[in-house]
C-alpha cells in the first residue's frame, strides 16, 4: 500500500521532525521511508532544543534533522503526506493541487483536529506534542501495513 510517508508542519524544526523520527522508530514495514519538511521551513536548521531533548528521553535521537522545505519535488516522492494543522493541509492544496487524495492529517483518526505548535512555548509543551505524536503515529501504524 504506501511505502513513503512525508510529514509536514509550519518550520520543520518541532512537530514534522518528531513525527518523522517516531515513525522511522515504529513503521517496521522493510524498505519503508520517512521524512518531513516544513510549508515555512527555517531551512538548514536542527530540530529545536526541546524536541532534541524530548526524544532523546525515549530513546530517538534527532539530532542529525536539518529543516527543508516542502516542494513538489518531496511532496511527489512520497504515498502519503501527514499534515500537523489546517492550515499546512491549505498550503498544500493551493500550491500542490495534484497531491490531493494523499495529504491527511496527523491526526487524522484520533478525536483531535491537530497537533498544537510547541514552538517558542517551553519544555512541557514539547513533551504534549511528543505524547500526541506518539498516539497519532500509533494510529496510523495500525493502519499502514
Known amino acids: 500500500m504506501f511505502s513513503s510517508i512525508l510529514v509536514v508542519c509550519t518550520g520543520n ?13 515504529r513503521w517496521r514495514k522493510p524498505g519503508a521511508r520517512v521524512s518531513s519538511a516544513g510549508i515555512a521551513a527555517l531551512v538548514g536548521y536542527p530540530a529545536d532544543e526541546h524536541a532534541i531533548a524530548v526524544m532523546q528521553e ?3 535521537d534527532v539530532g542529525e534533522h536539518r529543516a527543508r522545505q ?16 489546517t492550515s499546512h493541509e491549505r498550503w498544500i492544496q493551493t500550491r500542490l493541487p495534484a497531491a490531493r487524495g494523499r495529504v491527511y ?3 487524522k483518526w484520533l478525536p483531535q483536529d491537530e497537533v ?11 513533551e504534549q506534542t511528543y505524547a500526541e505524536l506518539d498516539a497519532a503515529v500509533n494510529s496510523w501504524l495500525q493502519r499502514l501495513d
Open 70 to 85: 516542502l516542494n513538489s519535488e518531496l511532496a511527489f516522492s512520497h504515498d502519503l503526506i501527514l499534515f500537523m494543522d
Open 116 to 126: 498544537p505548535d510547541p514552538y517558542m512555548r517551553g519544555r512541557n509543551a514539547f
Open 58 to 60: 525515549h530513546g530517538i
Open 13 to 25: 524544526i518541532c512537530r514534522s521532525p518528531m513525527g518523522e523520527h517516531l515513525l522511522r522508530d
Open 105 to 107: 492529517a496527523m491526526t
